[in-house]
C-alpha cells in the first residue's frame, strides 16, 4: 500500500512564524502536491512538483513556498505565518506512468496560526 | 473562478436509500473526471473515475453518470449504508502526459441515518 506521511497532525504556531510542513512518500513517485482545505472550499492546490527540484504554482501559491530535494520528500513552507493561513493541509503523491493515475493522500495536518 | 461547481453542500439519506451527488464543470478540454472519498481524521481517496467517451460507470453500489453536452456528472450510491458516511468530492483534470493535476468541487458531507 502506498503510504503518504505528514510529519505532523496538529501544529499551531504564532504570527509571522516561519512554518515548515513535510511530506514523505514510499512509493518512488515522481509528482507530489500540496492543498489546503477549508469548509466549503474543497481542496485547493497551492503547488505542485513534477520531479525532484521542480516545482509549479498551483491555484493559491501567494504566502507559500515548496521544497523538493529528494524524490520522496515534498516541503512546504510559511514564510511569514499569517491567520488566514489556518486550514488543514493535505499532501498528495501520484506516479507518472499512464496518464490520470490516482492521487494517494496523506491524513492532513492541521495548522493554526495564532 | 471555480471550475469545478458541487452540490449539495450536505446530504442527509436514511439507510437503503439512494444518495445522489452533482458536479457540473464549465472547461471543455476536462478529460477524466474522479470521486474521491474521505473519512473523518483521514485524507481523500480515490472512490471511482470516468472518461467523458461512456455516459456511466459502476462499480459496486457506485455509479458515475455523465453528460457530456450538458457538462455535468454525478455519484449515485445505491443502497447507503451508514459506512459510506463522508465527505465526497468530485474532480476533474485534462490529459498531461502523466503530469495530471486534479480541479476538486467543494465537497459534500454525506451523513446515512439508521
Known amino acids: 500500500d502506498v503510504k503518504v506521511t505528514q510529519s505532523s497532525r496538529y501544529l499551531v504556531k504564532r504570527t509571522g512564524e516561519k512554518v515548515f510542513l513535510e511530506c514523505v512518500q514510499d512509493?518512488?513517485?515522481?509528482?507530489m502536491f500540496w492543498y489546503r482545505q477549508d469548509p466549503g472550499l474543497g481542496l485547493r492546490l497551492i503547488y505542485f512538483?513534477?520531479?525532484?527540484?521542480?516545482?509549479e504554482k498551483g491555484d493559491i501559491p501567494e504566502g507559500y513556498s515548496v521544497s523538493r530535494e529528494k524524490k520522496e520528500r515534498f516541503s512546504l513552507i510559511l514564510e511569514s505565518a499569517s491567520t488566514n493561513q489556518t486550514s488543514m493541509y493535505l499532501c498528495?503523491?501520484?506516479?507518472?506512468?499512464?496518464?490520470?493515475?490516482?492521487?494517494?493522500f496523506g491524513d492532513g495536518t492541521r495548522l493554526s496560526i495564532l | 473562478q471555480q471550475q469545478v461547481k458541487q452540490s449539495p453542500q450536505s446530504l442527509i439519506v436514511q439507510k437503503g436509500g439512494i444518495s445522489i451527488i452533482n458536479c457540473a464543470y464549465e472547461n471543455t478540454a476536462f478529460d477524466y473526471f474522479p470521486w474521491y472519498q474521505q473519512f473523518p481524521g483521514k485524507g481523500p481517496a480515490l472512490l471511482i473515475a470516468i472518461r467523458p467517451d461512456v455516459s456511466e460507470k459502476k462499480e459496486g453500489r457506485f455509479t458515475i453518470s455523465f453528460n457530456k453536452s450538458a457538462k455535468q456528472f454525478s455519484l449515485h450510491i445505491m443502497d447507503s449504508q451508514p459506512g459510506d458516511s463522508a465527505t465526497y468530492f468530485c474532480?476533474?483534470?485534462?490529459?498531461?502526459?502523466?503530469?495530471?493535476?486534479?480541479?476538486f468541487g467543494t465537497g459534500t458531507r454525506l451523513t446515512i441515518i439508521p
Open positions: 498528495a503523491s501520484s506516479s507518472r506512468t499512464g496518464s490520470n493515475q490516482p492521487q494517494h
Open positions: 512538483s513534477y520531479d525532484v527540484k521542480m516545482k
Open positions: 512509493m518512488d513517485h515522481e509528482n
Open positions: 474532480a476533474a483534470s485534462i490529459y498531461n502526459f502523466g503530469n495530471e493535476k486534479l480541479t
